[in-house]
């Protein structure tokens, strides 16, 4: 990649941490001013985490574990060109005893070929559940024999407790990672981490070492008392309205008819239009237009109706006509048309289509809500924040959207919604925390979400979680900009209906 196109996207870097979403940068080569652009992104990456104090201890960490990707690579080439097996204990002693001399005499031939034959260094940085993820990853199978030298050496490293320990000991340098690999160790120390932040594993295609980093316990706090003070202050915010809740009681007790549930609807001309208009959207795609709520009832069934009622009540009470809350109602619209369509081309539970509009749309609340907080509460809540000796940035934090799905799934709690919604809310940005049952929920939320980001150039494809995309059996670019195409068209014919 020419040094010209490395522009540190700082928005990009935001979003990603207040939505949990990984950044990546991937490589061939490792050129000098990837390193630059790493250390670039690292140290803005941290700001947001508020652990600035860090970067250097974790500029070094990244860089000397992605030379070491690198080195792994390197070999992997090497022995193939002269025709030796890694995996052989002989061919492996006597490749080791010529590959340093030989690559670094020659490391513009063996750089190409790693190209060549498509051999990357990913690095991968996230912030999910209040941790700090960094992950160097390189697409080769490391051996027995590697893996083992590196714990070796690791387990080795850990006796020493300063650098002048370290070097006073004659160390292995033939595979060029032993002092660094103590470097790093002892990086790890400096910023409290104990030996289990830190691991390096393989699977059948990749290496991957990994670093582990528990974000400060009190900006956790912090962030987490203030997000119940938000929640607790949504007593400004009414609850659903009665004609809503008693709608909601009728439809949860067993012995009420459709027949009744129609008849209570209808004794509201605001809902019953706003529910026939939903009703004859694109989501329910009725051969015929339904021009009265028995019939709506009916088609739709009593879970369907529940579920438009819990996204009505909540845009009631949010309202969003303009201005900001109207961008993030629209961005919620869109991502519940995607669910939609994701669940009836990729699932087969009839229920889930219902399920993942409604988690579509409110989604995002979390946002929405802090949108609708009114001035004096916001005053309420920095005074709060001084009270408390709380620094700025943890206001700001909030005011950007960070925990804006746990803020959302408190007040889901709050207003009775049931688990899978509160679910859908609180984990889109974190699926894999979704419990088994609720995961298809989940899972499609999430990547509706994540394809609209991704329309939008919020987002790289390698941002979106595999696990997801695997559940879904989508494996290539091509598979989701195919679909993108679709629904957007469909979602631009439904928007001018």
């Not at 490749?95 to 005499?105: H, N, Q, S, V, W």
């Not at 340098?173 to 002092?179: K, Q, T």
């Not at 150039?457 to 695997?470: C, T």
């Amino acid at each position: 990649m020419p040094a010209q196109e490395l522009v540190v996207d700082e928005e990009k870097i935001k979003k990603a941490v207040q939505s949990g979403i990984p950044l990546t940068i991937t490589t061939y080569t490792l050129p000098h001013e990837i390193e630059v652009y790493v250390e670039q992104v690292l140290t803005i990456f941290l700001k947001q985490v508020d652990q600035e104090k860090l970067k250097d201890y974790v500029v070094y960490c990244v860089q000397e574990l992605a030379v070491n990707a690198k080195k792994a690579n390197t070999k992997r080439v090497y022995f193939t060109e002269r025709g030796l097996d890694l995996t052989s204990q002989d061919d492996y002693k006597l490749g080791m005893t010529t590959f340093k001399e030989d690559t670094l005499t020659n490391i513009g031939h063996y750089l190409q070929l790693q190209k060549d034959k498509g051999l990357y260094i990913k690095l991968i940085f996230q912030v999910r559940k209040n941790i700090i993820y960094i992950e160097i990853r390189n697409n080769i199978a490391i051996t027995k024999t590697e893996l083992v030298r590196i714990h070796d050496k690791l387990a080795r490293s850990r006796q020493y407790d300063n650098l002048e320990d370290a070097l006073s000991q004659v160390l292995d340098d033939s595979e060029g990672a032993g002092l660094g690999l103590v470097i790093l160790v002892l990086m790890l120390k400096k910023m409290g981490l104990d030996e289990d932040c830190f691991d390096i594993m393989g699977t059948e295609t990749e290496t991957i070492a990994r670093i582990i980093i528990p974000l400060d316990k009190t900006r956790l706090e912090n962030l987490s008392d203030l997000s119940k003070t938000i929640v607790d202050n949504v007593n400004s915010l009414p609850q659903f309205p009665d004609n809503i809740v008693m709608v909601q009681k009728m439809i949860g007790d067993p012995k009420s008819e459709m027949a009744d549930i129609a008849r209570q609807i209808s004794m509201d001309p605001a809902l019953t239009a706003d529910l026939l208009k939903i009703v004859n959207s694109a989501q329910y795609m009725l051969a015929k237009k339904v021009d009265n709520i028995s019939e709506a009832v009916k088609l739709v069934g009593m879970r369907g109706i529940k579920n438009l009622l819990f996204s009505y009540g909540t845009q009631k009470i949010l309202g969003g006509d303009t201005g900001e809350k109207k961008a993030l109602w629209d961005h919620c619209y869109k991502a519940a048309f995607y669910a939609y369509n994701l669940a009836k081309n990729f699932k087969k539970d009839h229920n889930l289509l219902d399920d993942v509009y409604v988690g579509g749309i409110l989604h995002d609340m979390g946002k929405i809500i802090f949108a609708s907080v009114h001035p004096e509460l916001l005053e309420k809540i920095k005074s709060f924040c001084t009270d408390k000796g709380m620094p700025a940035s943890t206001f700001e934090d909030l005011s950007t959207g960070m925990n804006h799905a746990e803020i959302g799934g408190m007040v889901a709690e709050k207003w009775n919604f049931p688990e899978q919604l509160v679910h859908a809310i609180q984990f889109h940005h974190d699926p894999l925390s979704a419990s088994p049952e609720e995961r298809d929920l989940v899972f499609t939320v999430y990547l509706a979400n994540m394809l609209c980001e991704y329309e939008n150039g919020n987002v790289s494809l390698d941002q979106f979680d595999s696990q997801v995309l695997d559940n879904f059996g989508i494996t290539s670019k091509k598979q989701i900009d195919t679909l993108l195409e679709r629904f957007s068209e469909g979602f631009k014919k439904e928007s001018q209906n």
